[in-house]
């Protein structure tokens, strides 16, 4: 069964960082691009970064440009998200998901990630 | 706001068809991106429901379909559930961001 699994989410001052980890299970990481997408809460959808295949291309959202970092580990068959200078507006629940060409799925069951002192 | 623009609720009486309108510009829909449509329940994360404009994933019943035309596209729901509650998205590229984009959401809601 192809499965996402998000951690590391948790609440963090403004200013601080955390690293947010995706574990893939059930199909070939390796062959897939891979996505960060979050929701802020009582608000839609928003994309936050893209990575390729072999790290050949990544993007960000202007909303993250500078302050996020994507990574992967195709040997662990695992995404990451380094998130500094965290803002109170980048409180959300993020998920992982799988890219298809320009379509996403499956997703991870997301990790809430809260900005607050 | 969002690059893709939806109504923000909908509903409907179940059994009756209800549409979603999803409406873009030449610099995503109408630059011929796919449109995606992606279903959200609380608690639970997005799946997709309609994807390539028109293409239903398996296990998706045939009572939702999308439609495009221009630079705006549809998601249809025949048939409504009670079970079809839910917030719906559209979803495409944008060229001029150079991001992929997400309408602001739908909250379908049964009768």
């Known amino acids: 069964d192809e499965q996402l699994v998000e951690s590391g989410g948790g609440l963090v001052q403004p200013g601080g960082s955390l690293r947010l980890s995706c574990a893939a299970s059930g199909f070939s990481f390796s062959s897939y691009e891979m996505t960060w997408v979050r929701q802020a809460p009582g608000k839609g959808l928003e994309w936050v970064s893209y990575i390729g295949i072999h790290d050949t291309y990544i993007y960000y959202a202007d909303s993250v440009k500078g302050r996020f970092t994507i990574s992967r580990d195709n040997g662990k068959n695992s995404l990451y998200l380094q998130m500094n200078n965290l803002k109170g507006e980048d409180t959300a629940i993020y998920y992982c998901?799988?890219?298809?060409?320009?379509?996403?799925?499956?997703w991870g069951q997301g990790a809430l990630v809260t900005v607050s002192s | 706001q969002s690059v893709l623009t939806q109504p923000p609720s909908v509903s409907g009486a179940p059994g009756q068809t209800v549409i979603i309108s999803c409406a873009g510009s030449?610099?995503?829909?109408?630059?011929?991106?796919?449109v995606h449509w992606y279903q959200h329940l609380p608690g639970t994360p997005p799946k997709v429901i309609i994807y390539?404009?028109?293409d239903r994933p398996s296990g998706v019943p045939d009572r939702f379909s999308g439609s495009k035309s221009g630079t705006s596209a549809s998601l249809a729901i025949t048939g409504l559930q009670a079970e079809d509650e839910a917030d719906y998205y559209c979803?495409?590229?944008?060229?001029?961001?150079?991001?992929?984009?997400f309408g602001g959401g739908t909250k379908l809601t049964a009768l």
């Open positions: 030449r610099a995503n829909i109408g630059a011929g991106y796919d």
């Open positions: 998901a799988r890219m298809h060409l320009n379509w996403f799925g499956p």
């Open positions: 390539n404009d028109k």
């Open positions: 979803q495409s590229y944008d060229s001029t961001l150079g991001a992929w984009v």
